[in-house]
C-alpha cells in the first residue's frame, strides 16, 4: 500500500494527514462534506463556537452511520432468511 501526505482543512483549520493513496478522493469528498455541513449549521442556527458546530456535525454523521448499519444488518438477516429457504427447497427437492 502506498501512502501519501495531503493537508485538509476543516472547520478552518488545517490538517495534515498520511492516508492510503487510495482513500485519497474519499477523504477529500469527506473533508468536504462535513464543511458544508458546518456551513450550513452555521447559517440555520444560533451556533457560533466552531466546537459547537463540529459536535453537531458529528451527531449527524454517527446517526447516519447507525441507520445505514441498522439496515445492513437487516438486510443480511433478510438474505440469510431467503437463502436458507432456498437451502431448504433445494433439499427437499432433489
Do not use: C, G, W
Amino acid at each position: 500500500m502506498e501512502h501519501i501526505k495531503i493537508s485538509v482543512n476543516i472547520a478552518d483549520r488545517p490538517y495534515r494527514l498520511k492516508i492510503n493513496k487510495k482513500e485519497e478522493e474519499v477523504v477529500r469528498m469527506a473533508t468536504k462534506s462535513i464543511d458544508e455541513r458546518i456551513k450550513e449549521y452555521s447559517e440555520n442556527f444560533a451556533y457560533q463556537d466552531k466546537q459547537d458546530l463540529l459536535a453537531m456535525v458529528a451527531l449527524h454523521f454517527a446517526t447516519n452511520s447507525q441507520k445505514l448499519e441498522i439496515k445492513e444488518v437487516y438486510k443480511d438477516n433478510e438474505l440469510e432468511k431467503k437463502l436458507n429457504e432456498i437451502d431448504t427447497i433445494l433439499s427437499e427437492n432433489l
